[in-house]
Each structure stands twice: as structure tokens, then as C-alpha cells.
């Protein structure tokens, strides 16, 4: 059964750095497109970055992380990981990883098959 452990969430000042991690097991995951999404109470959860398999080699960014975020895959590890700089406080949320049904990113929230817990990324001063 598949299972993913987002982890790497934390405190940070404006204009720092996190990284986080996005680890599987039970699956190959470079057959699949991976995706990152965050979540703030209230709200819907937003589509962040998404990384295609290592074969396709495109990377997808929300416009308002644009620049600053960078999504990155290891294979060797089945590890996603989402490089996170220059935060804002408008980057607070849990951020979820989830792994599309096919190869490609998808358009569509739908086609996320397998979600992780979350884990909290908190930007103040």
C-alpha cells in the first residue's frame, strides 16, 4: 500500500529557507507526476508545484511562488523535495505532497491519486 510522509515544515523568518520533503514507499514514484499543494484554514487546498516523471523533465509553479520555490525529485530515494526561498507570511499553510495517477502533471486536483499528512510551514517575523 502506498504511503507519503510529508516532513522539513517549520518556523522561519521572512526571507528564509525551507526544504521539504516528500518520501514514499510502496510505489516506483518516477512513474508517476508528483504534486505539492498547501492549505490555509478557511480555504481551498492550492496547487503549488508539480514535478512530471524523470522521462517527460518538466516542472509546473504557481505563479505566486514563481522564482522561489523549486521542486526537485531523487529517484534513488523516492523523494520529492520542494525548495522553499525568500518566504513570505503569505506562504503559512500545511503543505501536502500527492502523487498524480499519470505521468504528466495533471490540470485537475482530481486526478491526485495518494496524499500526505501535511506539515506545517509557518513564515513570521
Known amino acids: 500500500q502506498e504511503h507519503f510522509v510529508e516532513s522539513g515544515g517549520g518556523l522561519v523568518q521572512p526571507g528564509g529557507s525551507l526544504r521539504l520533503s516528500c518520501t514514499t514507499s510502496?510505489?516506483?514514484?518516477?512513474?508517476?507526476?508528483v504534486g505539492w499543494f498547501r492549505q490555509t484554514p478557511g480555504n481551498k487546498r492550492e496547487g503549488v508545484s508539480c514535478?512530471?516523471?524523470?522521462?517527460?523533465?518538466?516542472?509546473h509553479y504557481a505563479d505566486s511562488v514563481m522564482g522561489r520555490f523549486t521542486v526537485s525529485r531523487d529517484n534513488a530515494k523516492d523523494t520529492i523535495y520542494l525548495q522553499m526561498n525568500d518566504l513570505k507570511p503569505e506562504d503559512t499553510a500545511v503543505y501536502y505532497c500527492a502523487r498524480a495517477v499519470q505521468a504528466s502533471c495533471p490540470s485537475s486536483r482530481d486526478f491526485y491519486a495518494y496524499w500526505g499528512q501535511g506539515t506545517q510551514v509557518t513564515v513570521s517575523a
Open positions: 510502496g510505489v516506483l514514484l518516477d512513474y508517476y507526476a
Open positions: 514535478i512530471t516523471t524523470s522521462t517527460i523533465g518538466r516542472t
